[in-house]
């Protein structure tokens, strides 16, 4: 199998502080990688680092939803790929929808669930009007409208329930070749992901396939949450 992403010595350190600690590391086409560690680990740093090293391969689904609240759902998703239309396209696309692109947005919209039988006016709503899980959906469905064969997706279904979070993260591995995703649900990361690297203090400290793993293993990465 080829290495889809590659990191060669990679840091990140801010004065004078690591935040990643250099290292090596590559994920293989097809692979499914869930990174786990506490809060301030280093795993969005780790992300932004793929990222930056793969930026135009990659669909990227940062952890806070950035939606345009006043915007309809169609076209908060629509912006992810604003650069790819030109300039009439995306103005034009602004007063009347784009019916090929319209039915794209859509089946995405109603793959993630987002459109609850009532489609051209869930399509239509303001992202405002959605809720927080309903907006990671939103979030969710924007990079997998760019289709491109990396997702790098920062805690992307914290705010969704259990059930429908491993639904959807089988749709996004659907959509993409190789998936990394930083999850702080350990059961969640076992579940979804073939292989889990899980951080400290900026630094990887396991890296192993999903299927050698059990989550006591996992929750010793969390010891500012273990009592007694
Ligand atoms: N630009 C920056 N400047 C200063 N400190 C930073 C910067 N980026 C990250 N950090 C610090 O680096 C550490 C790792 O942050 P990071 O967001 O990568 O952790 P994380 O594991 O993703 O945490 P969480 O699960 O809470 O999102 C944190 O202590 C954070 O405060």
Same mark, same amino acid.
């Given at each position: 199998?080829?290495?889809?992403?590659?990191?060669?010595?990679?840091?990140?350190?801010?004065?004078?502080?690591?935040?990643?600690?250099?290292? #090596?590391?590559?994920?293989?086409?097809?692979? @499914?990688?869930?990174?786990?560690?506490?809060?301030?680990?280093?795993?969005?740093?780790?992300?932004?680092?793929?990222?930056?090293?793969?930026?135009?391969?990659?669909?990227?689904?940062?952890?806070?939803?950035?939606?345009?609240?006043? !915007?309809?759902?169609?076209?908060?998703?629509?912006?992810?790929?604003?650069?790819?239309?030109?300039?009439?396209?995306? !103005?034009?696309? !602004?007063?009347?929808?784009?019916?090929?692109?319209?039915?794209?947005?859509?089946? !995405?919209?109603?793959?993630?669930?987002?459109?609850?039988?009532?489609?051209?006016?869930?399509?239509?709503? #303001?992202?405002?009007?959605?809720?927080?899980?309903?907006?990671?959906?939103?979030?969710?469905?924007?990079?997998?409208?760019?289709?491109?064969?990396?997702?790098?997706?920062?805690?992307?279904?914290?705010?969704?329930?259990?059930?429908?979070?491993?639904?959807?993260?089988?749709?996004?591995?659907?959509?993409?070749?190789?998936?990394?995703?930083?999850?702080?649900?350990?059961?969640?990361?076992?579940?979804?992901?073939?292989?889990?690297?899980?951080?400290?203090?900026?630094?990887?400290?396991?890296?192993?396939?999903?299927?050698?793993?059990?989550?006591? @293993?996992?929750?010793?990465?969390?010891?500012?949450?273990?009592?007694?």
């Amino acid at each position: 199998m080829s290495a889809e992403l590659a990191l060669n010595g990679a840091s990140l350190k801010v004065r004078n502080q690591w935040i990643v600690k250099p290292l #090596s590391l590559t994920i293989d086409a097809g692979q @499914t990688v869930a990174l786990v560690g506490e809060s301030g680990a280093g795993k969005s740093s780790l992300l932004e680092l793929l990222r930056q090293a793969h930026a135009d391969r990659v669909a990227w689904c940062p952890q806070q939803p950035a939606l345009v609240p006043m !915007l309809s759902l169609y076209l908060n998703v629509y912006m992810g790929r604003l650069h790819e239309f030109g300039l009439w396209q995306n !103005l034009s696309n !602004l007063l009347r929808a784009d019916p090929d692109q319209w039915r794209s947005v859509q089946a !995405l919209a109603d793959e993630l669930g987002l459109l609850n039988g009532s489609g051209a006016k869930r399509m239509s709503q #303001s992202a405002e009007r959605f809720s927080g899980g309903e907006q990671q959906r939103i979030n969710i469905a924007r990079a997998l409208f760019q289709q491109r064969p990396i997702f790098l997706g920062d805690e992307p279904v914290s705010a969704v329930d259990e059930v429908q979070a491993r639904r959807i993260i089988e749709r996004v591995k659907a959509h993409h070749q190789t998936t990394v995703l930083a999850l702080h649900d350990v059961d969640l990361a076992l579940a979804c992901a073939d292989r889990i690297i899980g951080m400290s203090q900026g630094e990887v400290v396991l890296d192993r396939p999903a299927r050698a793993l059990d989550a006591e @293993t996992l929750l010793a990465l969390y010891p500012s949450q273990r009592h007694g």
